[in-house]
């Protein structure tokens, strides 16, 4: 007797019908990093590059079991510059029953070929702007994520870090209180900018970055508070930070 052997999941394109399913497989194949509906709309659907032929998923039975997502710009971030050589994955996972199969392999070879076709000869995982959906790969996590890139050809560029601060029990340091003090005394000026401050604010984002002065943008635009911001002005005037 001989066993029979398991259906092979396609690989297409994401289709109108996949977001639940799709979902749900990530969340089950990546719990330190789960994803709302509302996030993957936001940071996925309305990207304005987003390409419902670079979003490749595994199906099987109607159900996604796995998904590679390839982003290219056709909209540029600032002024002109489409990056026509550089490509991104910004996410890959296959839900766990259907692990050490060889699908994980399949899907990011096909994302890969998908921007290959697209003349993409450099490709980076996660470091996509405006719509970062993981800071990079957390290798301890995710270990056979991470031989599968490296077998890939993928190789480190620099280590990601994110940073948080619990605020219950939170007192400012003597020290920093100090440190403010004296700088106010020669001059420097803190506090929440005003409608006014935005212009010398965001020309200063610019000067970092086009992504920062546009995260800027979009976060007052959509609502949040200027009390989120504090900014810096120097003894003449400058905005400094």
Do not use: K
Request: hydrophobic share 40%; aromatic share 8%.
């Amino acid at each position: 007797m001989s066993a029979t052997p398991r259906p092979r999941p396609v690989l297409r394109p994401f289709r109108p019908g996949d977001g639940r399913s799709l979902l749900a497989a990530w969340c089950r194949s990546a719990p330190d990093d789960p994803i709302t509906a509302a996030r993957f709309r936001t940071l996925i659907l309305l990207d304005p590059n987003f390409d419902p032929e670079g979003l490749r998923v595994a199906a099987l039975d109607g159900q996604v079991v796995g998904a590679a997502y390839a982003v290219r710009r056709r909209t540029p971030l600032a002024g002109t510059d489409l990056e026509p050589d550089v490509g991104w994955i910004l996410f890959f996972f296959v839900d766990p029953p259907h692990r050490r199969t060889g699908l994980g392999r399949r899907l990011l070879t096909d994302a890969l070929d998908w921007l290959r076709g697209h003349g993409r000869t450099r490709v980076d995982f996660a470091p996509y702007a405006p719509h970062y959906v993981l800071p990079g790969l957390d290798r301890a996590a995710y270990p056979e994520a991470a031989r599968l890139l490296a077998g890939l050809g993928f190789r480190p560029r620099y280590e990601a870090a994110a940073m948080d601060r619990g605020l219950v029990g939170y007192r400012v340091p003597d020290e920093v209180r100090r440190h403010e003090a004296a700088l106010t005394a020669r001059g420097h000026r803190f506090g929440t900018p005003s409608d006014d401050d935005l212009v010398d604010l965001l020309g200063l984002a610019e000067e970092f970055t086009p992504d920062w002065a546009r995260a800027i943008r979009q976060c007052l635009t959509g609502g949040a508070p200027l009390e989120r911001i504090v900014v810096a002005r120097a003894p003449d005037g400058r905005m400094a930070g």
